[in-house]
């Protein structure tokens, strides 16, 4: 008997220990630099290129692919259905009014699928290659100004029929620690950091698939997992896209299914700097390069139409070689992500080189962990005056 009760102690310490680390990796840590940090990352002197040929193209070269996006409310629920690892139900401000996003985790790959009722959600926001679907989501809204009372209808990308209720405080509580785990979410897909000012548990939730319930998971086995946040999320995505110039216009060309979406952007210089920008009604992504007839990128960031602070803002140290045109050697750049206004949230390097007449990137993210098991790979193939990018997730070297 005694054996017995040893054994069991053990048993409920591993699974404590287990528990605790699975919860260590979904709370929020601090900046990923210190200030200091931050200056001797930012201040390296300007690389020595010799570029062996003239640009390949007569448009800018984007070389990552920039996303953001601010969630007002949202709420989290994660059940204990095995195929579906957690649901989000976010809020956005649009100039059209608010905007609610159904966001489904599957379990395994951890890849998200957006459910929303926006007629045109294939050409929304092409920058992020989740897949999507668009479907009239019911949404029930019993809240006050102090707690959130709703329910939420829709049908999911396998096509169950999803129902979910949650009440519980809106999310005020401030947090210390604002630089948010991504939870491996969408490591497929994205490289994500995230700023979370406010948060708050939920009092009751639900989730049921086709007419079945199922209860919420529970933290450390005694916390049921439903919260509601507020955060901006943002960072680098993946994407394949060709880069053109027509009739004086530079467009990109996204082959997004039922057809490609194709944005017109825009071109300035200004004090010796190239200014690279494309807006639409809720966002503008800007790119902005050293230089106006050789350009290196330094900066990157998307601005949110009512939002005084960039949702993502990433920096370069030096800047990045002109991707346009041959070089021989490689080149490594420091990078700085900022979410939000938030300084530091992630850092790490970027290598550029030519390799079998194509331009090629390397983005190495080191910090924090959630980023760093995330790199990234954009190839350019340049023909008749057009660029073809390919920028895809490298596997995790934090699994070798």
Not at 48 to 62: A, L, R, S
Not at 72 to 84: A, F, R
Not at 313 to 338: A, I, Q, Y
Request: with cysteine; hydrophobic share 40%.
């Amino acid at each position: 008997m005694q054996l017995f009760f040893r054994l069991a102690i053990v048993i409920m310490f591993v699974q404590l220990v287990a528990a605790c680390k699975n919860l260590k990796n979904m709370l929020p840590e601090g900046p990923a630099l210190t200030d200091k940090e931050r200056q001797n990352v930012l201040s390296n002197t300007p690389h020595e290129i010799v570029y062996t040929g003239n640009p390949m193209v007569d448009f800018p070269v984007f070389p990552v692919q920039v996303w953001a996006a601010t969630y007002e409310v949202d709420i989290i629920l994660v059940s204990q259905h095995p195929d579906w690892n957690m649901h989000e139900y976010a809020k956005l401000n649009t100039p059209q009014g608010d905007l609610w996003v159904m966001k489904d985790a599957e379990e395994g790959s951890l890849d998200q699928f957006v459910i929303t009722d926006l007629e045109n959600v294939q050409e929304w926001l092409p920058e992020l290659p989740v897949v999507r679907k668009s479907y009239p989501v019911k949404i029930v809204d019993n809240s006050t100004d102090k707690m959130l009372d709703m329910s939420f209808s829709y049908e999911n990308i396998n096509g169950q029929k999803v129902e979910a209720s949650y009440l519980g405080k809106r999310p005020a509580t401030k947090l210390k620690k604002k630089n948010g785990s991504t939870m491996g979410h969408s490591r497929n897909q994205l490289m994500v950091a995230l700023d979370l000012p406010y948060r708050d548990f939920g009092k009751k939730a639900s989730v049921s698939y086709d007419g079945k319930s199922y209860k919420m998971n529970k933290l450390l086995g005694l916390i049921p997992f439903q919260m509601a946040l507020r955060q901006t999320q943002g960072g680098i995505s993946k994407g394949k896209f060709l880069l053109t110039a027509e009739n004086k216009q530079f467009l990109s060309t996204h082959p997004v299914e039922p057809s490609p979406v194709i944005q017109n952007w825009e071109v300035n210089s200004i004090n010796g700097k190239t200014i690279l920008f494309q807006k639409n009604d809720f966002r503008t992504l800007c790119y902005e390069f050293e230089g106006t007839d050789t350009l290196e990128l330094k900066v990157a960031f998307v601005q949110q139409w009512n939002k005084k602070e960039k949702g993502v803002r990433l920096e370069f140290s030096p800047p990045l070689p002109d991707l346009r045109r041959p070089f021989t050697g490689k080149f490594t750049s420091n990078f700085v992500m900022d979410i939000a206004g938030e300084n530091n949230n992630a850092t790490g390097t970027v290598t550029a080189f030519w390799e079998n007449n194509q331009a090629v990137l390397l983005v190495n993210p080191e910090k924090p962990w959630w980023v760093a098991d995330r790199p990234m790979k954009t190839t350019i193939t340049y023909s008749e005056n057009k660029a073809t990018l390919d920028i895809d997730m490298l596997p995790d070297p934090t699994q070798k």
